[in-house]
T-cell receptor, first 114, second 113 residues
């Protein structure tokens, strides 16, 4: 049982490049989300999904796109990378769309934009 | 906008000393969750508090939810080196019933053997 799997673990991009961060979970969780973590700022919600085919914006969605074609996968796309998007990105999931549930996090993707 | 602040940002203790981190929200929260993140790791869920004034214990860890449901604390008794990490509180974005979380700024705990 792998839980939440994120790939890649590390990535360096040049400004203007595009990239997709992968997130997959094998727990049949309905709810999935993406956070970014920056020093001194905690984790901030980028986008989330309450089920296949349904996505919505979080606190800091600009510059990112998501889609949810299956229950298992929730990729995050950077359309045109900027240095301000240098961060650690975490994907998280919880069993269903019921509220107030513990979040299960992946190991994160450490992304640097030059 | 909604903010969740934690103090202190950093605490260095000798092994065996106690530790407390405080979490303060700008809005009333329907519940609060606590997570621990080891250095280089990912956040791991510790506990959830729902009721006003609620106190929960997990071995040496004591969690409290304030009466006004706008603040919370985590107290660790007799710290050990395994307690090292960053502790985050998290509440529902918007304060109500949702899985969308707003995280506190975190408290980094260092424990010297």
């Amino acid at each position: 049982n792998a839980g939440v799997t994120q790939t890649p673990k590390f990535q360096v991009l040049k400004t203007g490049q595009s990239m997709t961060l992968q997130c997959a979970q094998d727990m049949n969780h309905e709810y999935m989300s993406w956070y970014r973590q920056d020093p001194g700022m905690g984790l901030r919600l980028i986008h989330y999904s309450v089920g296949a085919g349904i996505t919505d914006q979080g606190e800091v969605p600009n510059g990112y796109n998501v889609s949810r074609s299956t229950t298992e996968d929730f990729p995050l796309r950077l359309l045109s990378a900027a240095p301000s998007q240098t961060s650690v990105y975490f994907c998280a999931s919880s069993p269903n769309r019921e509220s107030n549930q513990p979040q299960h996090f992946g190991d994160g993707t450490r992304l640097s934009i030059l | 906008g909604q903010q969740v602040m934690q103090i202190p940002q950093y605490q260095h203790v000798q092994e065996g000393e106690d530790f407390t981190t405080y979490c303060n929200s700008s809005t009333t929260l329907s519940n609060i969750q606590w997570y621990k993140q080891r250095p280089g790791g990912h956040p791991v869920f510790l506990i959830q508090l729902v009721k006003s004034g609620e106190v929960k214990k997990q071995k040496r860890l004591t969690f409290q939810f304030g009466e006004a449901k706008k603040n919370s604390s985590l107290h660790i008794t007799a710290t050990q080196t395994t307690d090292v990490g960053t502790y985050f509180c998290a509440g529902p974005l918007g304060g109500g019933a949702t899985n969308k979380l707003i995280f506190g700024t975190g408290t980094l705990l260092a424990v010297q053997p």
